[in-house]
């Protein structure tokens, strides 16, 4: 089945420091990526998204790039600031899956900028 | 903006109620899912529906029900609460051909 895997449960990078989330995945056809990001009190939000290899999705100064070769889709950004404090979380849906439509979550990495 | 909603927003009540969670979106969706959201924040898909009339369960087994007798209207139940019941319940819906998800803010469930 399909699965994400965010190695990193918590960051704690001081405001204006480079970021990288990691997100790896597998599945057996080419998925559709996202980031989603999710604020206290609130539901997931869609962040970011990239349809196919090789496609970038940016939102907020942040940039995911879809890698094939090597099952990735990290976030990154060059310079965080306290307001992108939040839990996010990497998906797919894989292409098998177009009945349901259905996200596969990774287990989400809660991002908290000290100021 | 995505318009889904979700009452209550919290919920505390006492083993062996029935309760019902309520999600509505008035976007036209037909697809909505039920994710189940434990402390560790890890979402799960616990039911979801293809149109009025179609319901299937999801990756987590879950004693909880589900009903889609109107598009907009996606109702969860569990007929016994339990304190193992305990965690946030997330609703969401999507559009035919997008992959996007919009979820409502959830509600957070303590049974005592």
């Known amino acids: 089945g399909d699965s994400v895997v965010q190695t990193e449960g918590q960051v704690l990078p001081s405001e204006g420091d480079s970021l990288i989330v990691n997100c790896s995945y597998e599945?057996?056809?080419?998925?559709?990526l996202f980031w989603y990001v999710q604020y206290p009190g609130e539901g997931p939000q869609l962040h970011l998204k990239?349809?196919?290899?090789?496609d970038k999705g940016r939102n907020k100064g942040f940039e995911a790039m879809y890698r094939k070769e090597t099952t990735s889709f990290h976030l990154e950004k060059d310079s965080v600031q306290e307001s992108d404090s939040a839990v996010y979380f990497c998906?797919?849906?894989?292409?098998?899956?177009?009945?349901?439509?259905?996200?596969?979550f990774g287990s989400g990495t809660r991002l908290q900028v000290q100021p | 903006e995505a318009d889904i909603y979700q009452t209550p927003r919290y919920l505390v009540i006492g083993t062996g109620k029935k309760i019902t969670l309520e999600c509505s979106q008035t976007m036209g969706h037909d697809k909505m899912y039920w994710y189940q959201q434990d402390p560790g924040m890890e979402l799960h898909l616990i039911h979801y529906s293809y149109g009025v009339n179609s319901t299937e369960k999801g990756d987590l087994s879950s004693e909880s029900t589900v009903s889609r007798i109107r598009t907009e209207h996606f109702p969860l139940t569990l007929e016994s609460a339990r304190p193992s019941h305990t965690s946030q319940y997330l609703c969401?819906?999507?559009?035919?051909?997008?992959?996007?998800?919009?979820f409502g803010p959830g509600t957070r469930l303590t049974v005592l």
């Open positions: 990239a349809m196919k290899a090789n």
């Open positions: 969401a819906s999507s559009h035919p051909g997008t992959d996007t998800q919009y």
């Open positions: 599945t057996t056809q080419y998925p559709s």
């Open positions: 998906a797919l849906r894989g292409r098998a899956d177009t009945g349901r439509r259905a996200l596969t």
